[in-house]
């Protein structure tokens, strides 16, 4: 069936949180799939240095700097759009790993205000510049938390559930719109910053994570999961995907060799 449909070429991707791991990743490979990629996440820095990266490979890349759970700014940040092709909501993570009868309400609120509300605010903002263009796509990136608990997980547990249930009500309530709504639920992905800031920056408790876990998922792994699922044509929509290392079959059975 022919569709109206630009090119890649012509098409924008907003990625959240791109300034390193999973982010960082998936912009770099929706440009090479021909995305001009738009990179946004509160260091302006690594996302301008990302950006000039990409546009010395030859790809199209801006940054722009934004906190996702600063609404007034996500509004701003949306005018500069007429059309967005495609939305990664991926900005996000995990504070702390204490039980629910000591985990502090802090990191619970913060975790909420990024995972959830951060998708929410970008998902508003830009869902008329996603129908505008005739085929959008929303990618919320949660993780296979969102999908089950583990004890020391509750906070980053419920806030990723919310992300979920966020991606499976969106998907109802726009049916019928040109917008594709993709969830991707990743396990255990060994990059850089994602334990560390899990842990205040610990590095023997985030180290401890991927120990003795042979090849957990890279961000790449993921990136190249997102930019499939993106890529398909416009009326396949891969609702829900999770993807894990061989080596974890469960959020609490994972394989070590110590
Ligand atoms: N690593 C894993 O095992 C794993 C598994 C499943 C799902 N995930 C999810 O995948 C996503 C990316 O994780 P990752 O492993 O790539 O972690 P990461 O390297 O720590 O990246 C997190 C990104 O989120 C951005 N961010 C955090 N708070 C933000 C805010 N308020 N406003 C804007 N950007 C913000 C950070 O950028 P700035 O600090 O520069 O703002 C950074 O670019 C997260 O949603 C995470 O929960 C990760």
Redesign the pocket.
């Known amino acids: 069936m022919a569709t109206a449909v630009p090119p890649a070429a012509s098409r924008i991707a907003v990625v959240?949180?791109?300034?390193?791991?999973?982010?960082?990743?998936t912009a770099r490979r929706l440009a090479e799939a021909g995305y001009r990629v738009v990179l946004?996440?509160?260091?302006k820095d690594?996302?301008e240095a990302l950006a000039e990266e990409i546009t010395a490979a030859g790809h199209q890349a801006t940054a722009y700097p934004?906190?996702?759970?600063?609404r007034e700014a996500v509004d701003e940040f949306a005018t500069a759009f007429r059309t967005v092709g495609v939305l990664v909501?991926?900005?996000?993570?995990?504070l702390g790993a204490d039980p629910v009868a000591t985990g502090d309400p802090d990191d619970w609120r913060?975790m909420y205000?990024?995972?959830v509300l951060?998708t929410l605010h970008l998902t508003q903002a830009l869902l008329p510049k996603l129908d505008a263009s005739g085929d959008g796509t929303v990618v919320v990136?949660?993780?296979?938390?969102g999908h089950s608990t583990y004890e020391g997980g509750a906070g980053?547990v419920a806030a990723?559930h919310g992300?979920h249930v966020l991606a499976e009500t969106l998907r109802l309530e726009i049916v019928g719109r040109p917008v594709r709504v993709i969830e991707i639920?990743?396990?255990?992905?060994?990059?850089?910053?994602?334990?560390?800031?899990r842990f205040g920056g610990d590095t023997e408790r985030a180290e401890k994570?991927y120990r003795g876990v042979p090849d957990?998922?890279t961000?790449d792994d993921?990136a190249d999961t997102i930019t499939w699922a993106v890529t398909r044509p416009p009326h396949v929509n891969i609702d829900l995907l999770v993807v894990r290392p061989r080596a974890q079959a469960s959020n609490t059975k994972v394989h070590r060799e110590l």
């Open positions: 959240t949180g791109a300034s390193s791991g999973i982010g960082a990743a946004t996440a509160r260091r690594r996302i934004l906190d996702v759970t600063d909501n991926n900005a996000g993570g995990a913060t205000e990024t995972n951060g990136v949660s993780s296979t938390a980053y990723k992300a639920a990743p396990g255990m992905v060994r990059t850089e910053e994602f334990a560390l800031t994570v957990p998922l961000a993921v």
